[in-house]
């Protein structure tokens, strides 16, 4: 059985630093493609990120590129989004996802690709 456990949120001043981390079990973070997607109060679920295992490269939301960066801990199986200089913008629920499989690039930004997600963990920045 696949389990997506986010971790890490928290209320943060603006331009703090937060790493949130995904513990997956029932599925290797080094075969499977891994997002980022975040969802705010009202608003639709937004792309943030996502390792490529198709290519091996990460692509980033134009929001966050620059500040956020998604590594990962293949041993642990643990994704972990780095979230440097956070805005108020930035506060919302993240969420981690997989997807087995090819998928192109343009294909990781939207969250019909994926099969499994976490239950998210509450970001909130303050000014």
């Known amino acids: 059985q696949v389990q997506l456990v986010e971790s890490g949120g928290g209320l943060v001043q603006v331009g703090a630093s937060l790493r949130l981390s995904c513990a997956a079990s029932g599925v290797s973070l080094s075969s499977n493609n891994m997002g980022w997607f975040r969802q705010a109060p009202e608003k639709e679920r937004e792309f943030v990120g996502a390792w490529s295992w198709s290519d091996n490269n990460t692509y980033y939301g134009d929001s966050v590129s620059g500040r956020f960066t998604i590594s990962r801990d293949n041993a642990k199986n643990i994704l972990y989004l780095q979230m440097n200089n956070l805005k108020p913008e930035d506060t919302a629920v993240y969420y981690c996802?997989?997807?087995?499989?090819?998928?192109?690039?343009?294909?990781?930004?939207?969250?019909?690709?994926?099969?499994?997600w976490g239950q998210g963990t509450q970001v909130t920045v303050s000014s």
């Open positions: 996802a997989s997807r087995r499989g090819l998928v192109e690039a343009q294909g990781l930004r939207g969250e019909s690709t994926y099969d499994y």
